[in-house]
T-cell receptor
C-alpha cells in the first residue's frame, strides 16, 4: 500500500512569509509525528498526534509553529513569519502500534531566503 | 530524559569489508531501540528494532545489532558492505511505558563505501 506522503517536497520562501506543510499518513495509522532535521540540531521531535488530538507538543520551537490534524488523517504543519533558522527538512511519520514502529515520509525541504 | 550518542559521525569503509556503527543511550527507564537508514533525499527507513527477547537482532539488508543492557549500547554491524550501503544511519530510542512515544535520535553516522 501507499506510504507516508508529504507535500511539497521542496519549498522556497522569503523571510516573514507563512508556509504550510502537508502530511498524509498511511491509511489506518492513528498516531502521527512531525520531526525536523537540520544541520545544526540533527533530528528533533516537534509534535505528536493521536487521532486529532496533540498530547505532546513539547518540541515545537516557538509559537510561530502550529499543527493540526483533521479526520484522524491528514496533518498540516504551519510556520508563521518564517525565519532563516527555520530552514530544514520537515519529516512526518505515522504508526498504528504501541511499540512505536514509525514509518517516515520523504520530507519537505524548506528553504527560507 | 533519554539521550542517544553515536560515537562516529563518519565511517569510510571499503566494499566487502565489515562495518560497525556504535550507539550508546542513556535513560532512567526501559527503552525500545531502533536503527534507521536515510538514503540521499529520502526519508528514514527502519533497518531493525529491539523490543524485547533475544539481544541479537537481525534486520534488512544483512544488518544486525546487539543490545547490551549493562553497557547501554546497541551497535549496528554488517559483515560485508556494498556500495549501495552508502547512506546515513540513525540510532533511536523510545520509552516503553508511555503511549505514542516520540523517538529520540542520535546525531547520525554517515557511511561511505569505497570501491
Amino acid at each position: 500500500g501507499a506510504g507516508v506522503s508529504q507535500s511539497p517536497s521542496n519549498k522556497v520562501t522569503e523571510k516573514g512569509k507563512d508556509v504550510e506543510l502537508r502530511c498524509d499518513p498511511i491509511s489506518g495509522h492513528t498516531a502521527l509525528y512531525w520531526y525536523r532535521q537540520s544541520l545544526g540540531q540533527g533530528l528533533e521531535f516537534l509534535i505528536y498526534f493521536q487521532g486529532n488530538s496533540a498530547p505532546d507538543k513539547s518540541g515545537l520551537p516557538s509559537d510561530r509553529f502550529s499543527a493540526e490534524r483533521t479526520g484522524g488523517s491528514v496533518s498540516t504543519l504551519t510556520i508563521q513569519r518564517t525565519q532563516q533558522e527555520d530552514s530544514a527538512v520537515y519529516l512526518c511519520a505515522s504508526t498504528w502500534d504501541t511499540k512505536n514502529i514509525q514509518y517516515f515520509g520523504a520530507g519537505t525541504r524548506l528553504s527560507v531566503l | 530524559a533519554q539521550s542517544v550518542t553515536q560515537l562516529d559521525s563518519q565511517v569510510p569503509v571499503f566494499e566487502e569489508a565489515p562495518v560497525e556503527l556504535r550507539c550508546n543511550y542513556s535513560s532512567s527507564v526501559s527503552v525500545y531501540l531502533f536503527w534507521y537508514v536515510q538514503y540521499p533525499n529520502q526519508g528514514l527507513q527502519l533497518l531493525l528494532k529491539y523490543l524485547s527477547g533475544s539481544t541479537l537482532v537481525k534486520g534488512i539488508n544483512g544488518f544486525e545489532a546487539e543490545f547490551n543492557k549493562s553497557q547501554t549500547s546497541f551497535h549496528l554491524r554488517k559483515p560485508s558492505v556494498h556500495i549501495s550501503d552508502t547512506a546515513e544511519y540513525f540510532c533511536a530510542v523510545s520509552l516503553i511505558k508511555a503511549a505514542g512515544n516520540k523517538l529520540t535520535f542520535g546525531g547520525g553516522t554517515r557511511v561511505l563505501v569505497k570501491p
